[in-house]
């Protein structure tokens, strides 16, 4: 059997291998995140010319391609992909460590901090809370990030998340902040005119305003029934892809739809809206506010869920006690 004969002198060797390999994966997993070589440079504080040399490097250590350039963009190749997935974890592990010494040293709530959070919540809920957020924690950076889909918290850098519903991800702590209400509501003007449903089955009897899912399948109603989940999927009617839309629709008069707590509570204060079957709204969803689990948690992202979790049920979403039946 043939052995690759042991360098005369291991050290300088794996010395000189490390040098060259972070180097080039450094600049590398930049250009990833900031999509471009010239956006990884200032990143980096360095020149554009030397985040290509070190990538250069990096490709020719590994034989391979890790990007498609063009004149107009920057693309990672399969084997690029691949190789980005593989390095990613080390990277994550390393940036802890730092942050993690750091706050040992400091003890100073800082650094950059990304949050996700559905376009509703996050817009009604979160963006205003987030004012007063900086104004506690200023050596803090926020950054917003809002969509109505699942978030990938290493692929996408986020260090934070509000999610609602039902959770299932045993890879991610979840502390839920409030439950998650889901009330059907009606304007009075549409109340004078249609009344109100006085049983779940008299629902297909009213014009309902419905949502449209990112995934394309319509927002199925939820019910709590002597401790039973039952689902309703209303009539095709008036559609819209955007809760706030179908929000505004209801105060119109236009029809019913079942919305979020976080909502309808300050309408349903007012008088603008009128809480239907309040005694079968479900009880089993929450708010909450998603990280992932590690062994130490960043001091930014425990003032935050800390700080945003009071804020949060400070503002009396929990609108069934005073609405229901």
């Known amino acids: 059997?043939?052995?690759?004969?042991?360098?005369?002198?291991?050290?300088?060797?794996?010395?000189?291998?490390?040098?060259?390999?972070?180097?080039?994966?450094?600049?590398?997993?930049?250009?990833?995140h900031e999509g471009s070589f010239a956006r990884a440079a200032?990143?980096?504080?360095?020149?554009?010319s030397a985040v290509s040399r070190s990538i250069r490097k990096l490709e020719t250590q590994l034989d391979t391609r890790l990007f498609?350039?063009?004149?107009?963009?920057?693309?990672?190749?399969?084997?690029?992909?691949?190789?980005?997935?593989?390095?990613?974890?080390?990277?994550?592990?390393?940036?802890?460590?730092?942050?993690?010494?750091?706050?040992?040293?400091t003890g100073v709530p800082r650094g950059q901090l990304r949050i996700a959070a559905a376009t509703g919540f996050g817009r009604s809920i979160v963006a205003p809370l987030l004012r007063e957020f900086r104004a506690a924690y200023p050596d803090i950076a926020t950054e917003l990030v809002v969509a109505d889909?699942?978030?990938?918290?290493?692929?996408?850098?986020?260090?934070?998340?509000?999610?609602?519903?039902?959770?299932?991800?045993?890879?991610?702590?979840?502390?839920?902040?409030?439950?998650?209400?889901?009330?059907?509501?009606?304007?009075?003007?549409y109340v004078a005119r249609h009344g109100v449903p006085a049983t779940l089955d008299e629902l297909a009897l009213h014009a309902c305003v419905n949502l449209r899912l990112p995934s394309g399948r319509m927002h199925e109603w939820e019910f709590a029934v002597d401790g039973v989940v039952r689902k309703w999927l209303p009539q095709p009617g008036n559609t819209f892809n955007d809760a706030e839309l179908v929000l505004q629709a209801v105060l119109a008069g236009d029809g019913i739809a079942q919305l979020a707590g976080y909502q309808v509570c300050a309408h349903l204060r007012s008088g603008q809206l009128v809480a239907c079957l309040p005694q079968y709204a479900p009880d089993d969803r929450g708010h909450y506010l998603c990280y992932l689990n590690r062994r130490h948690l960043p001091a930014r992202?425990?003032?935050?869920?800390?700080?945003?979790?009071?804020?949060?049920?400070?503002?009396d979403l929990h609108c069934i006690t005073t609405f229901g039946a």
Not at 159 to 183: H, K, T, Y
């Open 1 to 32: 059997m043939h052995h690759a004969p042991i360098p005369s002198d291991p050290g300088n060797l794996l010395a000189a291998t490390f040098a060259t390999t972070y180097t080039g994966v450094v600049a590398f997993i930049a250009v990833v």
């Open 42 to 48: 200032d990143r980096l504080g360095i020149g554009r």
């Open 68 to 105: 498609t350039r063009t004149t107009r963009s920057t693309a990672l190749t399969g084997e690029g992909s691949l190789f980005y997935a593989s390095c990613q974890p080390g990277v994550q592990g390393i940036v802890q460590a730092v942050e993690e010494m750091r706050d040992l040293r």
């Open 149 to 189: 889909r699942p978030v990938d918290f290493t692929a996408e850098g986020i260090d934070v998340a509000f999610r609602d519903g039902r959770l299932e991800d045993s890879q991610v702590v979840a502390r839920q902040v409030i439950p998650m209400q889901m009330l059907v509501c009606a304007a009075p003007a």
């Open 301 to 315: 992202i425990r003032v935050f869920v800390d700080d945003m979790t009071a804020r949060i049920r400070e503002l």
